[in-house]
């Protein structure tokens, strides 16, 4: 399960010096995220619970040469044609329809809390 950051630390975040040393590893996360101090309390709240098993997504993938393509009268979901998959390094989102790379996040060697569910269930028969 993923560690509660107290208030005191979430303050360092928004410091007003940006070159004073990072002190917690979520630092430029918070900031590209979270617009005030009572956000970054809510965001670390919500990061210390386990992942939820529900479509929680806020702000979706999408191959940027798909949404250039995309006919009017379909959504992004509706158009898209994405594969996402283990790697050796991490996670990556590939493009089917133009068999490009919409991104790959590299976990640098650590393991992070993650709710595989649907692998847990018995009716499935896995």
């Known amino acids: 399960m993923r560690e509660a950051i107290n208030t005191e630390e979430a303050s360092k975040c928004f410091a007003a010096d940006p070159e004073a040393p990072i002190k917690c590893v979520a630092r430029k996360t918070v900031r590209k995220v979270c617009q005030s101090l009572e956000e970054a309390e809510a965001f670390f709240d919500y990061m210390s619970k386990p992942a939820p098993a529900t479509n ?3 702000r979706f993938f999408h191959c940027g040469l798909c949404v250039k393509e995309k006919p009017k009268e379909l959504s992004p979901r509706e158009w898209a044609q994405l ?4 790697t050796l390094h991490g996670l990556q989102i590939w493009c089917k329809r133009h068999e490009c790379n919409v991104c790959h996040i590299d976990f640098q060697g650590h393991q992070h809390p993650a709710n595989l569910e649907i692998f847990q269930r018995n009716d499935l028969g896995l």
């Open 56 to 58: 929680e997504i806020f």
């Open 83 to 86: 594969e996402v998959g283990w």
